[in-house]
């Protein structure tokens, strides 16, 4: 059966496993206390469903969806140093509880074990399952990269936008799908199907973070609404308005209003130009060339209604 | 021919190729500077001659060459962000030059380069080179939280400081000697006796280091003599002059004297205590128990000559 209750199940049962009885307890600490964060585990769910779709029993594919929680759990601790960010899913993000230099040195770890636990592969898979990691894992830091460039930029376009998306989110769940195929021993084709559903699963995802973090509703999004806006962060709406509305968008900057105040008049120049429309129809577009994606592969009906219906849900979701 | 220059200069030599026309530029800039760097390369160095020994070409070890010296400049730029260091070999720190995010990406795309480096192993020989590659990567990180650790303890024994510094800083040396025994198709004996090798050189190297910072000839040393000393770093010296005269050693610090003062204070009880010729002997001891390790492998004169003569030149050198 395919259900992402169960498969994240599976991953919430075997994570303590990492870090329990581990020395030093200084350096495993801050692993455990990440890893025990809660989230969705999507990461880990896409790759057991996909191994599963092409026929390897999940357990088999376990420690790989293992390395990709633990990795991505890694660059959100680093991504929180960099970001000088407090919190991370309701608790004291690791630089804050413990310090920099914690945070630093457990991501590094963290990035080790993802990786041998992603070397536990069959000897005959080890190079295209090292392959596809650590290539995914450099793209991943490009996109960060770029994101942090794009803050003392003033002239990113939406193009330049989806790209960055598609390298820091995108290509992880993109990876997790493939890895499950790869693992299944899944034909070159599927793969590359499969890797084409989430990365277009990971662009309709991170759009959606966009529009919830501006028109979420605030009783189930969980973080305060606004965040984006109050931060200038470049997201799609903010570089739509940009581009169409340069002046009345300098205008309320220039203002320079409480936090209140601008998130309602830059919203209001959001609501002027119909973003929020456009951007759910964007958003229901990647979703469908992600469900058309699946087309690619030979994965029994089962398999691709859990896939169809995975997405649908993500770009429905309210948190 | 055995000759350490030769070595080098051919991990000098292809280290630009690792991040010529990567994009994006700002991800790569800050490790081209770092590659650049200079140093001893003797990581790389090791692994290509042990390569050779074993009688594999040197060329078709340079991947896993470069490999290990991009990862030990990852723990190096990592260490310096922790550290708060402002210099290294004589050039800003990375997060000097540009900032502290960028120093965290950058040595994490470093650790992934590194591993994608590991990774061109061929297959038959992959999981053993990710085993050795991944299991010392996360005993350098345990061994760099233990130096942290100590910063605030006052009661560091010198078995836990050895320890440390075998973690820290051995174990990437021996990985060094056996991931070159191990490409060239080397016994598990020998594997294991190159591994003794480089870890006894490592202990004897870090005590040298230590010694040379408070007992080096300043026109030689390179950097200023007494920087553990006014940091006081527990190195192997301090410790010993903690646990066998801690009155005077707290009669010294409690005096908040100047930095020359306390380096001339601090000395004098080392000197009293004769404990440089006490690191002196113990460094001898590692470095020709490191030289007896070389009879487990079955390597040639010649090669057995190389390493026992380097091992010597590291302990004798003045820098």
Redesign the interface.
């Known amino acids: 059966m395919f259900s992402t209750d169960i498969f994240a199940e599976m991953v919430e049962q075997k994570l303590p496993s990492l870090t329990e009885s581990k ?2 307890a ?2 495993f600490a801050p692993i455990a206390y990440t890893l025990s964060g809660g989230g969705k585990r999507l990461r880990p769910v896409l790759l057991l469903a996909a191994a599963k779709a092409f026929g390897l029993e999940p357990e088999k594919a376990i420690d790989q969806a293992l390395g990709i929680e633990v990795f991505h759990n890694f660059t959100l601790l ?1 991504d929180d ?2 970001d000088n960010a407090d919190v991370r899913r309701g608790r004291p993000a690791v630089h804050r509880r413990w310090n ?2 914690v945070a ?2 457990s ?3 963290m ?3 993802a ?2 636990l992603m ?1 536990k592969a069959p ?2 898979l ?2 295209a399952v ?2 596809l990691f ?1 290539t995914t ?2 793209e991943v ?2 996109g ?3 994101d ?2 794009f803050e003392d930029r003033g002239d990113v376009t939406v193009e330049e936008y989806i790209e960055m998306i598609r390298l820091k989110t995108s290509v992880l769940l993109a990876c997790a799908c493939r890895m499950g195929a790869l693992l299944a021993g899944a034909s070159e084709e599927s793969q590359k199907a499969m890797y084409r559903y989430g990365e277009l699963l990971g662009l309709a995802f991170q759009l959606k973070d966009d529009l919830l973090d501006t028109y979420g509703d605030p009783a189930l999004f969980g973080k305060e609404i606004g965040g984006d806006i109050i931060n200038e962060k470049k997201t799609w709406l903010w570089i739509n308005a940009m581009e169409r509305e340069p002046q009345r968008m300098r205008q309320v900057l220039d203002k320079k209003l409480t936090d209140y105040l601008k998130i309602r008049e830059i919203t209001e120049i959001y609501d002027s130009l119909s973003l929020a429309d456009e951007s759910r129809r964007l958003i229901e577009r990647y979703t469908e060339e992600a469900v058309d994606a699946l087309a690619g592969t030979d994965i029994p009906a089962a398999a691709r209604e859990y896939f169809t219906s995975l997405a649908r849900k993500a770009a429905d979701r309210a948190n």
């Open positions: 020395t030093p200084t350096l680093h140093v960099m920099a230099s630093i040195l991501g590094d770890a990035l080790t074990m990786t041998q070397a000897e005959s080890l190079p090292m392959e650590n894992a450099m830091y490009a960060q990269q770029l942090m460039d």
